[in-house]
Nanobody, 129 residues
Framework: QVQLVESGGGLVQAGGSLRLSCAASGRTFSRYAKGWFRQAPGKEREFVASVSGSGGSTYYADSVKGRFTISRDNAKNTVYLQMNSLKAEDTAVYYC??????????????????????WGQGTQVTVSS
C-alpha cells in the first residue's frame, strides 16, 4: 500500500518560512515525479510545484515562483517544499502527490491534478498577517 505522509505545517507570521516534508512508504516509487498542491477554504485545489523523477527539473506556479523551492531526496524517498517570504494568501492545506507516469524522467513535471496517482492527507499552513 502506497502512503504519502506530509509534515512541517503550522502557524507562521507573514514574511516567515516553513519547510514541508512528504515521506513515502510502502511501495518504492522514489523515481516518480512529485508535486505539491494546496487548497484554501472555499477554493479549488491548485498546483504549487513539481519535481521530475530524477530531480533534474522543477516547475512552479507563478504565485510562488521565487519564494518556494521544491526538492527531493530519493535515498530517503522524501520530497520537500521550502517556503520563504510567506504571505497570508499562502494559507491553505498543502498536499503532496506522486505520479507514476514517465518514472525516472528528467523532464516530466506534471501540473494537473489528474496526472497524479497518489495523494497525502495534507498538512495545514496558516500565515498570519
Amino acid at each position: 500500500q502506497v502512503q504519502l505522509v506530509e509534515s512541517g505545517g503550522g502557524l507562521v507570521q507573514a514574511g516567515g518560512s516553513l519547510r514541508l516534508s512528504c515521506a513515502a512508504s510502502g511501495r518504492t516509487f522514489s523515481r516518480y515525479a512529485k508535486g505539491w498542491f494546496r487548497q484554501a477554504p472555499g477554493k479549488e485545489r491548485e498546483f504549487v510545484a513539481s519535481v521530475s523523477g530524477s530531480g533534474g527539473s522543477t516547475y512552479y506556479a507563478d504565485s510562488v515562483k521565487g519564494r518556494f523551492t521544491i526538492s527531493r531526496d530519493n535515498a530517503k524517498n522524501t520530497v520537500y517544499l521550502q517556503m520563504n517570504s510567506l504571505k497570508a494568501e499562502d494559507t491553505a492545506v498543502y498536499y503532496c502527490a506522486a505520479s507514476s507516469r514517465h518514472s525516472g524522467s528528467n523532464y516530466y513535471v506534471p501540473t494537473l491534478r489528474g496526472s497524479y496517482d497518489y495523494w497525502g492527507q495534507g498538512t495545514q499552513v496558516t500565515v498570519s498577517s
